[in-house]
């Protein structure tokens, strides 16, 4: 149990009123919490302050050399006014997954979970209630090393910030159009493909503006050795229905694993689906749309929850899905983890977790 201590804001910013457009990630809430590690005393200082900037010295590693970790989650606010999380436990963990991988010290996954809950407490009354939005949850770590040697640093701040988020949909889910890049790369077998880290996206940019440029929304990576498997999209893991199974690649160390998948994977078992996950080749897929055998294709993460995908391009193909617009068990899950998320579906696996 952390014992956090409170500074709060003597003056609170005006909230968005409603009907504003929220956009994502651009508006922040009164206040952040912030805790310090030093070597040889551990994590220290949890407190909740007035959001506000940091003050880093040019020198600290975490500009240099991208030791950094990160995690996204959401509260929401159910129609009855409570506040709840979707499975905060797993972002708890998989922070840890990260920092192993970037040689941070863990967090312990209570203190991870307690640190969110506490600030989302502090700030509920920033929780947007229109349809589909929610509170936005960053937590973070930073290396803070004044220090220009390759090492893993001895000083790090772990930080959460908040920011309410508008509807993903504005009017309902959206197919999007999507491009398989075929030259760049995101991340390789023995890389860190599998940590939340700022050097995975900043990877991930060349080909996310290449893809822009040519009217795609996202990028389909190829897996980095032959460039020949499927991985994930941007900030989504990728699912394909091909003759009635839910495919999705397995997680080889170059996928991030993500929530959102493993809770439709639980799902869809759930409904007596077939799931595979396994390595998926580009050509296996040109093949199932040619034939008429892939009739759904889905991104999955917790900005969108589902990202239906009505067209593909590898090289020269276009690739339309089935009719290019939502398919049934696309929209099925949706509607199920929405309703969960927001405590309006039965939650038979005890995932959303009442603040
Ligand atoms: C965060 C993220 C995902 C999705 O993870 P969720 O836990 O479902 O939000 C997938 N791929 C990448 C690269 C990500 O950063």
């Known amino acids: 149990m952390l014992n956090i201590k409170y ?51 040019p020198t600290a590693m975490v500009f240099h050399y991208g030791q950094t970790m990160f995690e996204g989650l959401k509260a929401y606010r159910s129609e009855g006014g409570e506040v709840r999380l979707f499975r905060p436990d797993m972002n708890a963990k998989r922070a840890n997954v990260s920092n192993k991988r970037l040689c ?36 973070f770590v ?9 090492a893993p640093s001895k000083t790090y701040l772990f930080m959460v910030i ?14 999007v159009g999507i491009w398989i890049e075929d030259d760049y790369v995101r991340a390789v077998r023995g890389g860190m493909g599998f940590a939340k880290t700022g050097g995975n996206y900043a ?31 941007g900030a989504m893991n990728i699912f394909f229905v091909i003759d009635g199974k839910v495919v999705t690649p397995m997680l080889n160390g170059s996928i991030l694993p993500g929530i959102t998948r ?23 897929l040109i093949e199932a749309q ?34 290019g617009g939502i398919g049934e068990i696309s929209q099925k899950i949706y509607d199920t983890v929405t309703g969960i998320q927001t405590g309006k579906a039965a939650d038979p696996f005890g995932w959303s977790v009442v603040l």
């Open 7 to 57: 500074e709060l804001a003597k003056e609170l910013k005006a909230k968005p009123v409603k009907g504003q457009p929220l956009g994502f990630g651009k508006i922040t809430t009164d206040h952040m919490f912030i805790m310090n590690y030093t070597e040889g005393k551990g994590w220290h200082d949890p407190r909740i302050v007035p959001y506000q900037n940091i003050s880093l010295a």
């Open 104 to 139: 941070i010290p863990e967090i312990p996954e209570e203190d991870f979970v307690q640190a969110v809950k506490e600030l989302v407490k502090v700030e509920k009354d920033w929780i947007p209630t229109e349809p589909g939005t929610s509170l936005y949850i960053r937590p």
């Open 142 to 150: 930073i290396a803070t090393d004044e220090f220009l040697g390759v």
């Open 162 to 175: 908040l920011s309410p988020s508008g509807a993903y949909y504005a009017s309902g889910l959206a197919p």
């Open 203 to 233: 990877a991930s940019l060349a080909g996310q503006v290449k893809a822009h440029d040519d009217g795609y929304s996202q990028v389909l990576w190829l897996d980095g050795v032959e460039r020949k498997y499927i991985e994930e999209v």
């Open 262 to 284: 493993d809770s439709v994977i639980n799902l869809c078992k759930s409904w007596g689906l077939t799931v595979e996950e396994r390595r998926i080749s580009v050509d296996e």
């Open 290 to 323: 040619k034939s008429g055998r892939m009739t759904e294709c889905f991104g999955t993460g917790t900005a969108a929850v589902i990202s239906p995908v009505g067209k593909l391009r590898y090289k020269d193909d276009v690739m339309t899905i089935a009719d």
